[in-house]
Nanobody
Framework: QVQLVESGGGLVQPGGSLRLSCAASGRVFRFDHMAWYRQAPGKQREFVVS???????NYADSVKARFTISRDYAENMLYLQMNSLKPEYTAVYYC?????????WGQGTQVIVSS
């Protein structure tokens, strides 16, 4: 079993920054890819950014140049540096990891961007 635990969310003012972390534990693999998704109140969960096992990244257009994903393979950690945050980025952010045909999810961490 794989467990993903997100941390680093909180309340931040518009224009501020946050760094989210995702710790993988349990039967940890070299995941095919890892990703961040988010779900805003009243909306469906949406893709934010992913990183493959080779380090290839893919960003949603809405976060390009503001967010940076990184991965520590040795420590089984995933990070999301979020800069220049906007109120519309308020959401629960979820960590996702995929291996073979199985997808794993964390419980999410709340990010609130508000003055």
């Amino acid at each position: 079993q794989v467990q993903l635990v997100e941390s680093g969310g909180g309340l931040v003012q518009p224009g501020g920054s946050l760094r989210l972390s995702c710790a993988a534990s349990g039967r940890v693999f070299r995941f095919d890819h890892m990703a961040w998704y988010r779900q805003a109140p009243g909306k469906q969960r949406e893709f934010v950014v992913s990183i493959s096992s080779s380090g290839t990244t893919n960003y949603a257009d809405s976060v390009k140049a503001r967010f940076t994903i990184s991965r520590d393979y040795a420590e089984n950690m995933l990070y999301l540096q979020m800069n220049s945050l906007k109120p519309e980025y308020t959401a629960v952010y979820y960590c996702n990891a995929a291996y073979a045909s199985t997808s794993y999810w964390g419980q999410g961490t709340q990010v609130i961007v508000s003055s």
